[in-house]
């Protein structure tokens, strides 16, 4: 980039003036974020809250009981967060993997390198649910990567938006602070601006970033 060019700090800047706090990730508890992060893969939030909600009424929303649950019985509590077969079975796993490493207290006490490549371990944890797990429920400076970063990104000319998870990663930490409130606050705000602004079929009218935006002058011409 040249010095003109937007920097991710500067980007983060204009969201939040424009959005305010986004007091992210919405849960309970450390733990609650860990399902919601293993629940929200292709899903959208809202049928993962609605999930939670059914765990939390069955007094499932626990570790031991979600192992010890009957896989039958887990699945049709997760039934609103779509795949609910294949999510029972990894949540099982998780938990199962959660409870054998000492809960919340026992993981924390791994460094960050440490306690990622311990998620990646597990069966049906990928870098971005690894890396919110990291972020939301350990508070560890790790930056969340997904489908709106890689979109908007793009858009703004920043990132190709294909390149590798790990790549787009280490992109983003080297051009911040190591701070998990701003990652935690920017990645909340790229969300909230993926959805309501820069969509599929963008609304670029009432952007935030359009300005610097080399792809709205490309759909003006």
């Not at 450390?30 to 059914?54: C, D, H, S």
């Not at 626990?62 to 009957?70: L, S, T």
Request: glycine share 10%.
């Amino acid at each position: 980039m040249s010095p003109k060019d937007p920097d991710p700090a500067g980007i983060y800047r204009r969201m939040f003036g424009r959005y305010g706090p986004q007091h992210w990730w919405p849960a309970d508890t450390p733990f609650e974020v860990m399902v919601g992060a293993v629940l929200t893969q292709n899903t959208a939030w809202g049928n993962v809250e609605r999930a939670i909600t059914n765990l939390k009424r069955a007094g499932l929303l626990d570790a031991c009981a979600i192992r010890d649950c009957p896989r039958a019985v887990l699945a049709r509590h997760l039934k609103p967060s779509g795949y609910f077969n294949v999510k029972a079975r990894r949540l099982a796993d998780f938990c199962n993997w959660y409870l054998c490493r000492g809960g919340f207290g026992g993981l924390d006490e791994l460094s960050t390198v440490a306690l990622r490549d311990a998620l990646l371990s597990v069966r049906g944890i990928g870098p971005e649910t690894a890396d919110d797990i990291l972020l939301y429920a350990f508070g560890r400076p790790v930056f969340v990567i997904d489908a709106y970063t890689r979109r908007i990104f793009s858009r703004l000319g920043m990132v190709s938006g294909d390149e590798p998870y790990e790549r787009l990663r280490g992109w983003f930490e080297d051009a911040l602070p190591p701070d998990p409130r701003i990652y935690n606050e920017f990645h909340a705000l790229i969300v909230r601006h993926g959805k309501d602004v820069c969509r599929t079929r963008p609304a670029c009218g009432g952007c935030v970033l359009k300005s610097i935006c080399p792809s709205v002058a490309s759909r003006a011409a």
